[in-house]
């Protein structure tokens, strides 16, 4: 059997090539953050049970902590950097913005990754079928409830709604 | 991890023969095989990837009335297939929607489903050594901290089987089909699981190299309906303390075929049929659901910590047979 050898290949990410040398038993999110120099995508339990390493495949979110990177050549990957366009941020992270639905911040790329391929199936999302789609991914600060206030706004505001959020999601009842 | 080789096959037949290698192990997404590998519990030098035969293996098809699910079809498409949105195989389609989360069901694969290592957190863990895995001398649940482990049909190791499809497609008489050596062989998916659950056998019955190509489930009879129900600590991420699936087959309202189904409690799926035959000619009743459910945990002894498996994992066989005949 033959030494484990380094493999070159290109990855496909936010739309830009990415030629990378890494190794096979590297995962998705170790190539992200230590090759690629994406740290947006965060490093959490390492064992799919937090959804902090959350990124999109050909528009799915999966996990990139239990994904081999060499699994994800040739495919579409998407990273919370994907999110923006150039300065612009897009409307599911300025609904987070207004809403504070980040505290400490580290849940949140996971949670938008997986929020975002969720407005590109449902343009109108109930409030359970936000909770079932963010069932993956854990917050420790927020208590999660302006997190699904956030993704509700961003969807109302996506469909050209001219929606505000409430005193009461920003001060508090 | 400990580096490894990676093997890309283009045909069923190449990984066959690069799965024969020592030291080798084939993987499906990788979510537990990863998980393992990040541990150090599993090392194997050499990793066939199966994911690139996602065209021959992958998809739920009809063929010749009963249904041929791809060993790499996703719990998503299972949740999602038309093929799985009737009553007879409810038990199923709801086993895998309610598996883990939805990241996780993206991309897990049926056969990887039904082939992950026990969740026990000793023989889970770099720094305890069970018999099981091979790496110590005793089963470290027996007398540690067992509250998730087995109340039934266990020897010499207290771990139990962690899968959720696992009870659906028994009740639903599915068989799976292997190759090895090039040889297919179909079975009755019961021989996946070894019937003598030892500490040193694995959680299945695959033979070094053998791959699980598919699973067919027959067709099923006019009148069946099928559920699947379990217990758990929090809603979601999280693995059953006890599980139940259940095949009813209705003729007016009577119940004319029943099969029932215990998962989570004992170290590999346990089929109950003492229980399921006592269903057969009767009339759904609470009082009827109440004798099924004592019969399915008859025989069970509790460890140190898990004797709620008893009174919960009986509750959850009522459910199960509830929303069955419902
Ligand atoms: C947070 C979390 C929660 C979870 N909750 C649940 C739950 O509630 N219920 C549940 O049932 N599961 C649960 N799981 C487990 C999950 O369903 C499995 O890890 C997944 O299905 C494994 O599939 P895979 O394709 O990734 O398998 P892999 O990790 O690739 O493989 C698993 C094993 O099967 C072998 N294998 C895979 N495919 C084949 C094949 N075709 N032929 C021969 N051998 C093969 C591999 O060698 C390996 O030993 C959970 C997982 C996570 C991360
Ligand atoms: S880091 Fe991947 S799920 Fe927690
Ligand atoms: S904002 Fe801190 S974990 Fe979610």
Redesign the pocket.
């Known amino acids: 059997m033959t030494e484990p050898k380094k493999v070159l290949a290109t990855f496909q990410v936010n739309g830009e090539p990415h030629e990378v040398a890494f190794l096979p038993h590297k995962t998705l999110l170790e190539v992200l953050r230590e090759e690629m120099n994406l740290t947006g995508t965060k490093h959490g339990c390492e ?3 937090c959804g902090a390493c959350t990124v999109q495949i050909d528009g799915k979110p999966i ?1 990139s902590c ?1 994904m081999l990177a060499v699994d994800a050549v040739g495919k579409d990957v998407r990273t919370v950097e994907g999110l923006a366009n150039g300065a612009e941020l897009s409307q599911l992270q300025h609904a987070f913005a207004d809403l504070g639905a980040a505290q400490c911040g580290y849940c949140t790329p996971g949670i938008l990754m997986t929020a975002d391929a969720l407005l590109a199936e449902n343009a109108s999302p109930t409030r359970d079928e936000i909770k079932q789609c963010l069932a ?1 991914n854990l917050c420790r600060c927020t208590g999660s409830l302006t997190i699904f206030e956030a993704v509700e706004l961003a969807a109302a505001r996506c469909r050209g709604e001219k929606a505000e959020p409430s005193k009461e999601s920003i001060y508090g009842s | 991890m400990k580096p490894f080789t990676y093997v890309m096959p283009t045909t069923l037949a190449e990984a066959g023969e690069a799965a024969k290698k020592p030291d080798t ?11 393992r590998m990040k541990e150090r519990l ?1 090392t194997p030098s050499q990793i066939v990837n ?1 994911l690139p035969l996602k065209t021959e ?1 992958a998809g739920i098809a009809v063929e010749n009335g009963e249904l041929r699910i791809g ?2 079809t996703t ?1 998503t498409q299972l949740e999602q297939h038309p093929a799985l949105a009737n009553r007879a195989l409810e038990g199923l389609r709801h086993s895998a929607a ?4 939805p990241q ?2 993206h ?7 039904l ?3 026990t969740r026990c957190w000793y023989v889970r863990s770099e720094a305890h050594r069970c018999l099981h895995g091979g790496r110590g001398p005793t089963c470290l649940a027996m007398t540690g901290d067992n509250r998730y482990h087995s109340v039934l049909g266990w020897m010499d190791c207290v771990r139990v089987h ?4 696992a009870p659906p497609l028994l009740a639903l008489g599915a068989e799976y089909s ?1 190759v090895l050596d090039g040889k297919v062989r179909r079975r009755k998916l019961s021989d996946l699981f070894p019937s003598e659950p030892r500490a040193q056998l694995a959680e299945h019955t ?1 033979e070094h190299g ?4 598919a699973l067919h489930i027959p067709v099923q009879p006019e009148g069946a309906r099928s559920s699947y129900c379990e217990s ?1 600590e929090k809603l979601s ?4 303390t006890t599980a139940c699936a259940v095949r009813l087959v209705m003729s007016g309202d009577t119940i004319a075929a029943a099969d029932v189904v215990l998962g989570a409690v004992s170290p590999v799926p346990r089929p109950r049929p003492d229980a399921a035959k006592v269903l057969v000619g009767k009339k759904p009743s609470d009082d009827l659901w109440k004798k099924v459910a004592e019969l399915a945990y008859a025989g069970a002894v509790p460890l140190s910590h898990n004797a709620y498996k008893l009174t919960v994992g009986k509750a959850i066989v009522r459910e199960a047979l509830e929303q069955a005949a419902r």
């Open positions: 064992l799919g049970e996990l239990l993956g | 192990i084939v993987k499906g997404a990788g979510l537990d095989l990863v998980d599993q199966l293996m060993a790499l719990l309610s598996t883990a989360t996780v069901r991309r897990a694969t049926v056969a990887g489903n082939l992950q290592f962690p899968s959720n499809l292997t695959l053998e791959i699980v190509t758990r991420h999280d693995w059953a």
